[in-house]
Structures are given as structure tokens and as C-alpha cells.
């Protein structure tokens, strides 16, 4: 959506988790073991929420002749750590000036944070579930509870 600088990027993630919402068949098929939730941890207003802003920013620009480029980008396997790996690695953030995200939370707030890189690895791990990336003092807070064995 429109031209020029700057250009502003909206996340719009979706899980693509194994085993939620349909089977991996071209038709609208639920998949295998009954699970028809295509979304885990909140993912389904990520996309809505980010795809409204965008339109609200763009008819804002527009009302107020203000220049600037709008891109909404769909960022998939969001769950598995590596969705936006790939996306980094062809280039798809190269051109933008900022590029926004949200994630739906116990809390409404603006948050400018730094979270703990990621990585796939295995671990075993005995305790109560916590979301060490952003508040590992909150246990329990972050999504569904989480059984770690």
C-alpha cells in the first residue's frame, strides 16, 4: 500500500503447528486427532489485529497526504522459532524503516523489549511452566499451561 518513504512493516504471524486445525490435504479437512483450533497462543488475533492496523494507518495516511509505504508481511511456522529466520535470511526485511508486531497478553501495554535469542534444541526440564524470553518470574502467565517432563 502506497509509495515512497517510510516503509512500515506489520507482522502477521500464524502458526502452522502440526496437529492444529486442518489436515495437511488441500480441502478443508480437520486434522487427524479431532483438534480443529488452527491457532495456538493467540496467533488468530496476531494476523487480525495486525491487518487492522494496517488499513487504519494507511486511511489515516491518506487523510493526511502523509508519504509512505505499507507492508503487511505473513511470518508462518511463528511457534517453531524458525519462520522469520528464513525471511531474514532471502531479505524480506531489507528495505523496511520499522516493522511493528503485536501479541495478545494479560496486560494492554506498549513494550519495547529485547527477548532471549532462539534456537531449536532439546532439553529435558522438570518445574512450573514460565516464559523465560520475556518474564521468567510470572510462571504460568504466558499462553496455556505447559507440561515439561
Partial sequence: MGTGKPVIGYLVEFD???GLGNDTVPTKTPAKNGNTNGH??????????SIGAAIALKNHMEKEGIAG???VIGCPAEEA???KNYMVSAGAFDDLDVCLHNHPAM???ALNFHSTASIDLLIEWNGVTAHAGTA???VGAHCMPLKFS
Fill in 107 to 109: 496486560v494492554n501495554a
Fill in 81 to 83: 522459532l524458525n519462520g
Fill in 69 to 71: 509505504t505499507i507492508k
Fill in 16 to 18: 502452522a503447528l502440526p
Fill in 40 to 49: 495456538g497462543c493467540g496467533h488468530n488475533l496476531i494476523g487480525s489485529s
Fill in 136 to 138: 521468567p518470574w510470572t
